[in-house]
């Protein structure tokens, strides 16, 4: 009896793995039709996964002995379009290779997906498959001749209950008046200095959508990811807002507000909409910050920070402020981190020269000529703003050196579609920001010598995007954050 049962089991056993392999490996069916196809029309994908997006292709038909390649083109809705390069790259092969003999092949429909934040809310593409002849795309049912993915938005970190503007007040005097711009931080009133156990201040920049509340709250995770104690640390994201956050919050006009220039030290606006008594550079609101953080008794360390448009305005404030001297003088050191900004400040006319290493030479006469504003400020130091115009170039070129900064760049960060004015300005800088990082720090080199890196270093992020929250949270970023 118990052989009995032992021989039946291992015949339904036989038949049961050989149906598998049927099914899995193999791509005979007995037809003498051929159907290739996806095994799913829709998927959605976290940006924070950085591996490759991968789903199964199908094959139904004869069986072959050689392999099968499917041509496949990439399509777009007639909205949110993802853009390659900045939301996701593409395989280098246009096609898809199922094995011969097999029934399901694992195929790559995205090398890898950019945590683009950019993107404001979910983006879309399209993978179909092309005719093949002897070959019906899509299955029996038609199913499966294409499939549509979406990308997420990069917002999983931002505290949804979180105003859009701060409620806690920095207020100035400038002239007569009090002038404020709105902030979100760790302590309730910054201004309230009487606190012996801060030891770090953390000042971070938001980007241009003003969104100063995403960047703390990321800030506060990565501090979170280093400490579990967070008595000795302050942390203060300032928030530049524009004449549109005026109006749709009813803000006072003791609020300043700017263009999208304050992140390169403009003054700020006196609209007829809004008008103002005072103008204030976003630069002299940094200088009356970085100040009063220094009244705190016991603080010894200041670490300004900035993303996109806010590493845009960490290298110019890096690079004109007198304020780090002053409190360096008084035994608090400053240092600057530099994340992803689209240009930088150039300290003379020269650019590099394409093709070459280190070659950096002023452009020749039909490149000026096409591009005449190249050296202007925000890319160059030639007609300077009022807040930098009253220091002075020559001492702007002799104080960059002396300040601490660190240059990073997200490895994946080589969108090209990046510039929506100013493009011949910013494409002499590089063709996307990886290059420009690199080719600005070559520019330093070339322009100070070696010895710029006693004070300043660059380095690549591994494996992010035009991401926030991927710089601020790296090794990298939490060691020139909390560790320097």
Known sequence: MKNIIKYTLIFFLTIFLSGCENDDDTNSTGSGEAFVYFNIEDISVDRSKSEPVSVELRYEGPETDKDIEVLYTVNYPSENNAVEGADFILPKTGSFIIRKGKAISNVVLLQRVNDNEDAIQPRSLSIELQPKEGITIGNSSNFGSSINITLGTDNSSIVSEAPFIGEKKFSIVSGTSKVKIPYFSNREDIRDVNNDAIRRAIIVLHGSEHTAGKHYTRMMETAEMESNNLDTLLVVSPQFIGEEEIDQYTLDSEHSYWSGNWRIGNTSLDETTNPRTERVSSFTFMDSLMIKLSEYPNLKTIVLTGHSAGGQYINRYAAGSPIPDELNARGVDVSFIVNNPKTYVYMDNKRKVPGTENTFEVPSGVI?????????????????????????????????????????????????????????????????????????????????????????????????????????????????????
Do not use: W
């Open 368 to 484: 000026i000529g096409q591009c005449p504003e190249y050296n202007e400020y925000r890319f160059g130091l030639d007609d300077l703003p009022t807040y930098l115009d009253a220091i002075g170039e020559n001492v702007i070129r002799n104080r960059l050196p002396q300040r601490k900064v660190t240059y990073l760049v997200g490895q994946n960060d080589v969108d090209t579609d990046i510039d929506t004015s100013n493009i011949c300005e910013a494409q002499l800088q590089g063709k996307n920001r990886f290059d420009r990082a690199h080719n600005y720090f070559d520019h330093l080199l070339d322009y100070y010598g070696p010895s710029i890196m006693d004070t300043q270093k660059m380095g690549v992020v591994i494996g992010v995007g035009h991401s926030s929250e991927g710089m601020y949270k790296s090794e990298r970023g939490r060691k020139n954050t909390f560790r320097n």
